[in-house]
Every structure is written in structure tokens, then in C-alpha cells.
């Protein structure tokens, strides 16, 4: 019975799987230009500030430095017209690289 039910919701897997739909990329902006942190910028995307639209956190490997951009818009659309540097009791956060 287990094989069976196992057959048949791969089955329906297989039946219902479809291909991927990729869109092109685009460079994320801020104040209407591209976002440029040079090498291996490390953005991630979050409610940072608890207000249900995701924003982003965007670590830069030169300086070291990270950015908070708030969305001042929607999830489906966000909107990022500045960005603070994060600190920590006061500091600049720098992370070493290497
Ligand atoms: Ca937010």
C-alpha cells in the first residue's frame, strides 16, 4: 500500500513538474542608480526593521562595511533611497577579509 500511494503522488510529480521560468537580472538601485559595492558584495534580504517589508543587508568585502537599505516601498516592488552603515555601541562595523 505504501509503494502505491508512493507511485502515485511521484506520478503526479512527475505530471505536474514544469520548467523553471527564469527572468532576466537587473542591478539593484538606490536613489534611481545602480547599486556598485566593486567585489563579492554579500546582499541579503529581510524585515530588518519589523515593519513587513523586506529590506536588504548588504555586506561589502571592501572597507569590510555593512549596509542597511530600508524598502520604502512593497515587497513586490522595493524602493531603496539610502542606506546607514551598521554599527555596534556606537562603531562602525568592519568584518577582516582574507
Ligand atoms: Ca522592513
Not at 21 to 46: F, H, L, N, R, W
Amino acid at each position: 500500500m505504501k509503494i502505491l500511494l508512493m507511485l502515485v503522488v511521484m506520478a503526479t510529480g512527475l505530471c505536474i513538474a514544469q520548467a523553471p521560468e527564469y527572468q532576466s537580472y537587473y542591478y539593484q538601485q538606490c536613489a534611481g542608480t545602480a547599486i556598485d559595492v566593486g567585489y563579492y558584495g554579500a546582499p541579503c534580504v529581510a524585515d530588518w526593521n519589523g515593519d513587513g517589508e523586506k529590506d536588504m543587508v548588504l555586506g561589502i568585502f571592501t572597507g569590510g562595511n555593512i549596509r542597511f537599505y530600508e524598502n520604502e516601498n512593497t515587497n513586490d516592488s522595493p524602493v531603496f533611497n539610502s542606506y546607514t552603515t551598521l554599527k555596534a555601541d556606537g562603531t562602525t562595523i568592519v568584518l577582516p577579509s582574507g
